[in-house]
């Protein structure tokens, strides 16, 4: 199936300068993705990376390594900053779990519209079933929810977002698909992918280098899952992600419940990381501490389109059932 989607790539690749766009963060997920989709599928590549402000230095050095040894142009589009500030901070006055929507959401809106500005239909996504098939819908709501975010982005915000990257339900799931006929493909749910070969690959012929977590290549992300929802919420982040390991066969029950066992940051870096994060969105400790000690909240507390999501879901369902959806892991 793999070889399938590979070939009408390249056939509708002809004349232009790439076959399609990547999603590049820097993450392990993504840089395998790359290296793959390079040397061993040959397709020709629009990398795309958003800058949203969190990049750690050894994420930017990763992603110049890898667009640089494997022949690859670099697309960046860089979110401004003073309306990232302020949709972040207003994520947190709402108290909510998901941090990540602010950053998620810009980096799947710029992806999409810089394929389409390059005249490219296929964009490749390191989304994969191996490494990630389990996360609680609570912990970590759809960041593709425009509806949601401007909702609190209006409450707690307190500038207008004149070019933060957007897409709406129906353009991002009509408009795209159906009119521009756009579609997105994750090579690595049609392939053997175990994470410690693909982290030993990439450090081998790339000189990539490990950040210690899944998503830690931004700052925030990390701090997200180290210190904000485990003290707030408690979730522990780590646990949805070794439970996926589990489920396909690349660690034991026993292996992921050592992992746990560690305190996963001590309280010296915590502390490092929490005083640069407050100080980079300009939160003071005394309104920080307030955001931890109030009501806790879920997407539920504020408007969305989590109706109509379910309801999209249910119709491609269907679909699938009556065999109408060919690749459901595209």
Not at 223 to 252: A, H
Not at 288 to 293: A, M, S
Request: with cysteine; hydrophobic share 35%.
């Amino acid at each position: 199936m793999l070889d399938t989607i590979v070939a009408q790539i390249k056939r509708e690749g002809v004349g232009k300068d790439y076959d399609c766009a990547i999603g590049l963060s820097g993450g392990v997920d993504s840089s395998y993705l790359a290296y793959v989709a390079r040397k061993e599928l040959g397709l020709r590549l629009l990398a795309v990376h958003v800058d949203g402000g969190w990049n750690s230095e050894l994420a930017t050095r990763n992603i110049e390594n890898i667009v640089n040894k494997l022949d690859i142009d670099l697309h960046t589009s860089v979110v401004d900053w003073e309306e990232m500030r302020d949709l972040q901070r207003a994520f947190l006055r709402a108290g909510l779990a998901n941090q990540d929507v602010p950053q998620d959401h810009a980096f799947f809106a710029s992806l999409y519209s810089t394929a389409q500005s390059y005249g490219l239909r296929y964009v490749l996504s390191g989304g994969n079933i191996a490494t990630e098939s389990i996360m609680p819908e609570e912990w970590a709501y759809n960041a593709m929810d425009l509806r949601h975010l401007e909702a609190v982005h209006r409450r707690f915000g307190t500038r207008k977002l004149k070019s933060f990257p957007r897409v709406g339900f129906f353009h991002y799931y009509f408009w795209n698909r159906y009119v521009k006929r756009m579609r997105v493909i994750r090579p690595l749910n049609y392939m053997p992918y175990v994470k410690d070969e693909a982290i030993a690959l990439l450090e081998r012929e790339l000189g990539f280098r490990y950040y210690g977590g899944k998503h830690f290549e931004s700052r925030f992300t990390k701090w997200q899952q180290l210190y904000y929802r485990p003290r707030k919420f408690g979730y522990d982040e780590r646990r949805p992600y070794l439970s996926s390991m589990i489920l396909s066969g690349q660690m034991t029950r026993e292996q992921a419940l050592e992992a746990l066992a560690g305190d996963g940051v001590n309280e010296r870096q915590a502390e490092e990381d929490t005083e640069f994060v407050l100080n980079k969105l300009s939160i003071s400790r005394r309104e920080f501490n307030q955001i931890i000690e109030q009501p806790s909240r879920t997407f539920r507390d504020y408007p969305s389109n989590y109706l109509l999501f379910n309801f999209k879901t249910a119709v491609r369902e269907w679909l699938r059932s009556k065999g109408l959806v060919l690749h459901p892991n595209s």
